[in-house]
């Protein structure tokens, strides 16, 4: 027979969604290095509280002359929302206020203070590709080859009757890069107008941009659309402007690569 606790335990469905309310916690507090050494795991989640906050100030109006927002929390809210003591809490404070992560203002004794919040930083860019483990042409490959699976995967599942146990819903978002995901409906979309191995630049791209940046968006497919494909784009021309002044540096002159142009046509006949 089944303990008590066992028959307590309800477990999801596959059929079943999510309907609880979230906190918001950015993964740059675990992964940026500005951060993620810095603060202790009680300082993240708190941060993450006092943006859950910053919607209520703004209905709230609450903000001052220069138009930043503030919000009240306190030391105790805090306490009681965490169980912490009240020396773990300053502690929480202060490590944010190193990382300068929020702001207090004093407004009198027996008031509480006002709490504004910094915006994360992110690292520079060119420090952030020289910490990528995996070399460019690596990380491209390996959005392909997923892209490629990907693509498989779907085709086979057309052929399966019974839809709801297909690998991939029509509506799912599939991770191709560490902080993008696409719906196979727009990565369909992608590969048919551009191809697979374009479509994993743009991916790359927005990818490395995302991950530089902090940037999050509602749709990675939307941003894509606005401005990634764009890049890409200009900066393949860039390359193919590159490779064509290289190019005529080494040729001195229009008969000399003639010739050798004619010379490697007979070699490889």
């Given at each position: 027979m089944?303990s ?8 999801f469905?596959?059929?079943e969604?999510?309907t609880y309310r979230?906190?918001?916690?950015p ?7 500005l ?22 100030s703004?209905?709230n109006?609450?903000f001052?002359e ?13 306490i009681?929302e965490?169980?912490?003591s009240?020396?773990?809490a300053?502690?929480?404070f ?10 207090e203002e004093?407004?009198g004794q ?12 992110s690292?520079d860019?060119?420090?952030?590709k ?5 070399s460019p042409?690596?990380?491209?490959l ?5 892209i490629s ?5 779907n085709?086979?599942?057309?052929d399966?009757?019974n839809t709801?146990f ?5 509506e ?6 560490d902080?993008?995901s ?20 743009i991916?790359?791209?927005?990818d490395?941009?995302k991950?530089?940046s902090?940037?999050?968006y509602?749709?990675d497919?939307?941003?894509?659309l ?14 193919m402007?590159?490779?064509?002044k ?7 002159n ?9 010379e490697s046509?007979y070699?490889?006949?």
């Amino acid at each position: 027979m089944d303990s008590d606790e066992e028959r307590k335990l309800d477990l999801f469905k596959i059929n079943e969604t999510l309907t609880y309310r979230f906190y918001q916690m950015p993964k740059e507090l675990f992964r940026n290095p500005l951060y993620k050494d810095k603060l202790s795991l009680e300082a993240k989640v708190t941060y993450t509280l006092l943006l859950d906050r910053l919607e209520l100030s703004r209905i709230n109006k609450w903000f001052n002359e220069n138009g930043e927002i503030y919000l009240i929390y306190t030391r105790q809210e805090l306490i009681n929302e965490l169980k912490i003591s009240r020396t773990t809490a300053s502690k929480v404070f202060s490590e944010l206020k190193k990382c300068n992560l929020i702001k207090e203002e004093r407004l009198g004794q027996g008031m509480a203070n006002r709490i504004y919040i910094g915006k994360m930083q992110s690292e520079d860019l060119e420090k952030f590709k020289e910490k990528t483990f995996r070399s460019p042409k690596e990380e491209l490959l390996e959005v392909q080859n997923r892209i490629s699976r990907s693509l498989k995967e779907n085709t086979n599942n057309t052929d399966i009757n019974n839809t709801d146990f297909n690998i991939y819903n029509s509506e799912d978002k599939i991770f191709f890069a560490d902080r993008v995901s696409l719906k196979m409906k727009e990565l369909n979309n992608l590969v048919e107008q551009y191809d697979i191995e374009k479509t994993a630049k743009i991916i790359v791209a927005l990818d490395l941009y995302k991950k530089s940046s902090g940037k999050m968006y509602v749709s990675d497919y939307n941003a894509m659309l606005n401005w990634v494909i764009n890049k890409v784009s200009r900066d393949e021309k860039k390359e193919m402007e590159g490779n064509f002044k290289r190019s005529n540096i080494r040729y001195k002159n229009y008969e000399q690569r003639e010739y050798d142009d004619i010379e490697s046509f007979y070699d490889n006949i």
